[in-house]
């Protein structure tokens, strides 16, 4: 196994994304594009290397085939049918399940035994579908989960409070989708308690501000969908976070799609919520103690992942 070597299954727009963003970080040493269409994929792996010069490292770019996953540390899965306007991921679920079949097949084919970062929508359910069509431990194979979202929150807080979003420290968690909630009692600006500013008299957000920043993050991505028709830039460099922290054992807290195996009294279902990320997968699940509204919208966002996966043949 390559420590550095990374593989993209899908050349769209997302996966693209992710390579695009791989290169202007030099996130790894070698990257591998597949996809069904070969020649674009091979378009796509000459257009990033002419851009290598520019790149903070050196990295060898190229169109390939299953048969490259074998050696490779992280495979990620971006291919899939897009989210058309009017749609929700969940309308997703079974064109993708199918795709993800026929990759995950290949993928097992090569020998290949590192970690699975997946991205297809409906990503939750996509995770737990991935998992158990490959039969990789539980822990090697993550979704991108919230991470996305939560970037997306930290930038909406960032703006209210005229703070640096890297200085925010706030979780989206659930589905990425339309269940999903924010943690407030674990959100932070520097060190103080989101709560605590929005109890304030003088403060630029109150209470009933941080109710319209959730209902936005959740429905950001269907104004991007309408006026651009798909979301790729965000996703792509959420994804390179992840692949960053896999790849140079960070242990960093990252808002993954993680399975659950008793955290927060469920089991059996991959779902965004705190872990540890390193070059093992996801190290441990963080079980925090969320308020009881926070609980519940767990649960409810947990209860429409597994009626959904109830429905498929897997």
Request: glycine residues 6%; aromatic residues 8%; hydrophobic residues 35%.
């Amino acid at each position: 196994m390559k420590k550095n070597k990374v593989v993209i299954v899908g050349t769209g727009m997302v996966g693209m994304s992710y390579a695009y963003s791989m290169l202007n970080q030099g996130t790894c040493e070698e990257l591998v594009l597949i996809d069904l269409d070969k020649k674009r994929a091979e378009g796509e792996a000459i257009d990033l290397n002419h851009g290598l010069s520019f790149a903070p490292r050196k990295m060898k770019i190229y169109a390939g085939d299953y048969s490259d996953c074998k050696d490779a540390y992280l495979i990620c899965i971006t291919a899939g049918a897009i989210q058309n306007e009017g749609e929700t991921r969940l309308d997703l679920l079974h064109k993708n399940t199918k795709i993800m079949r026929s990759i995950i097949n290949e993928i097992k084919k090569s020998g290949f035994n590192g970690i699975l970062l997946i991205a297809t929508n409906p990503v939750d359910i996509m995770t737990y579908v991935a998992w158990k069509l490959s039969g990789y431990d539980k822990s090697k194979v993550i979704g991108s989960g919230t991470t996305l979202d939560s970037a997306r929150l930290r930038y909406t807080l960032s703006e209210r409070l005229d703070v640096n979003p890297k200085d925010i420290n706030a979780y989206v968690m659930g589905e990425h989708g339309d269940s999903q909630f924010v943690a407030w009692s674990y959100a932070f600006s520097g060190v103080q308690p989101i709560y605590q500013i929005a109890s304030r008299k003088d403060s630029k957000i109150n209470f009933s501000d941080l109710e319209e920043i959730e209902d936005e993050v959740r429905n950001i991505a269907y104004k991007i969908i309408e006026c651009k028709k798909s979301t790729y830039y965000g996703i792509g460099m959420a994804l390179t976070r992840i692949t960053k922290a896999v790849l140079d054992n960070e242990n960093s807290v990252l808002t993954v799609s993680s399975y659950l195996n008793g955290e927060y009294n469920q089991d059996d279902v991959y779902i965004a919520v705190p872990s540890i990320v390193n070059k093992d997968g996801v190290r441990e699940v963080i079980h925090l103690a969320l308020e009881n509204t926070e609980k519940e919208k767990l649960d409810n966002s947990i209860e429409i992942m597994k009626e959904n996966i109830s429905k498929l043949d897997i």
